[in-house]
């Protein structure tokens, strides 16, 4: 069987009658000027695989002047692809497994340099508030802890409630006298809270009418916003006015009492370093301190303002 090629060449050679006769024309065995003419007209036809391949290329480059055999993909390795933004982190990527892992370490350390930015910056904006500042006391207290600072700022009456402590008296800081307590409670026109304590560690007093003003005899005075409170069970708490009485304060120049009718709930001596309570029927309490009758430890009046720190 003669191949498509020859068949080809034979009919094109009667045609081309110079081509026909292999004495005279040197390319008779090869059959080359036909080839060359068939390949000219018909280029399609492959008669050279590599020769025609490559004029295919040439032909249908959509640029005539750009040459595609000089181009190599390698030459933009996808290796240097690098994620900019971290958000698109779960996207595929034309990355390795390595590069991920760098990617995702730097990823975490920004993250972790930034949270630690941020807190340094909200420790540099807020300020550092002391004890005494948190407490909003204008001096330091011998008994006043921050759960009884809380517990008696619930309890005091809406008139004083949020404003500053003022220390207005401590045996401490003025001295032992009761007749002192007494003039001090005149520096602020509102109620007066009474702080006490016993040796044994308890710490009591109440919620008194200011200023004090002693009587020359044994009587009463006060409104039903006095009350009495004691730390002795542990937690804080608080007896109001029963109503059964009004034996609110008596204040005399020897002799301090908060309630009355049956035993003072809290009575302070002259020289304030004794004390005693009992059971009263004005606040329905038991004793406030661990025994019925006590050495003082320390004895505040604290008074509240509306302005800076008052100082006593």
């Given at each position: 069987?003669?191949?498509?090629?020859?068949?080809?060449?034979?009919?094109?050679?009667?045609?081309?009658?110079?081509?026909?006769?292999?004495?005279?024309?040197?390319?008779?065995?090869?059959?080359?000027?036909?080839?060359?003419?068939?390949?000219?007209?018909?280029?399609?036809?492959?008669?050279?695989?590599?020769?025609?391949?490559?004029?295919?290329?040439?032909?249908?480059?959509?640029?005539?002047?750009?040459?595609?055999?000089?181009?190599?993909?390698?030459?933009?390795?996808?290796?240097?692809?690098?994620?900019?933004?971290?958000?698109?982190?779960?996207?595929?990527?034309?990355?390795?497994?390595?590069?991920?892992?760098?990617?995702?370490?730097?990823?975490?350390?920004?993250?972790?340099?930034?949270?630690?930015?941020?807190?340094?910056?909200?420790?540099?904006?807020?300020?550092?508030?002391?004890?005494?500042?948190?407490?909003?006391?204008?001096?330091?207290?011998?008994?006043?802890?921050?759960?009884?600072?809380?517990?008696?700022?619930?309890?005091?009456?809406?008139?004083?409630?949020?404003?500053?402590?003022?220390?207005?008296?401590?045996?401490?800081?003025?001295?032992?006298?009761?007749?002192?307590?007494?003039?001090?409670?005149?520096?602020?026109?509102?109620?007066?809270?009474?702080?006490?304590?016993?040796?044994?560690?308890?710490?009591?007093?109440?919620?008194?009418?200011?200023?004090?003003?002693?009587?020359?005899?044994?009587?009463?005075?006060?409104?039903?916003?006095?009350?009495?409170?004691?730390?002795?069970?542990?937690?804080?708490?608080?007896?109001?006015?029963?109503?059964?009485?009004?034996?609110?304060?008596?204040?005399?120049?020897?002799?301090?009492?908060?309630?009355?009718g049956g035993s003072y709930a809290l009575c302070l001596e002259e020289d304030l370093l004794?004390?005693?309570?009992?059971?009263?029927?004005?606040?329905?309490?038991?004793?406030l301190a661990h025994s019925p009758e006590f050495q003082l430890k320390n004895v505040e009046l604290w008074g509240f303002a509306h302005?800076?720190?008052?100082?006593?």
């Open positions: 069987m003669h191949s498509f090629r020859d068949k080809v060449t034979q009919k094109f050679s009667h045609l081309f009658p110079n081509s026909s006769s292999s004495q005279n024309s040197p390319y008779s065995q090869e059959d080359k000027p036909a080839s060359s003419y068939l390949s000219y007209i018909i280029p399609s036809i492959s008669f050279d695989s590599s020769n025609t391949s490559k004029y295919q290329n040439e032909s249908k480059s959509p640029s005539a002047g750009y040459n595609y055999e000089n181009f190599d993909y390698q030459d933009v390795p996808s290796d240097n692809y690098v994620d900019c933004s971290p958000m698109y982190s779960n996207m595929d990527s034309v990355k390795d497994g390595n590069d991920n892992n760098t990617n995702e370490d730097h990823t975490s350390r920004r993250s972790s340099s930034s949270s630690e930015v941020f807190e340094e910056a909200n420790e540099m904006q807020t300020p550092k508030t002391s004890k005494k500042s948190r407490l909003n006391l204008s001096d330091e207290s011998t008994f006043i802890s921050p759960e009884l600072y809380e517990f008696l700022e619930i309890c005091l009456p809406n008139i004083v409630k949020g404003r500053q402590w003022v220390l207005l008296y401590s045996t401490l800081k003025h001295g032992v006298s009761l007749r002192t307590l007494i003039r001090k409670s005149a520096e602020l026109s509102c109620p007066g809270l009474l702080i006490v304590g016993d040796m044994q560690g308890a710490v009591f007093g109440g919620l008194l009418e200011c200023p004090l003003k002693p009587t020359a005899k044994r009587k009463y005075q006060g409104t039903n916003e006095t009350f009495v409170f004691t730390t002795v069970y542990g937690q804080p708490r608080l007896f109001l006015p029963t109503g059964v009485n009004r034996y609110y304060c008596m204040c005399m120049n020897d002799l301090l009492a908060l309630g009355g004794s004390g005693t309570s009992g059971p009263s029927e004005t606040f329905g309490n038991s004793c302005a800076s720190p008052f100082q006593g």
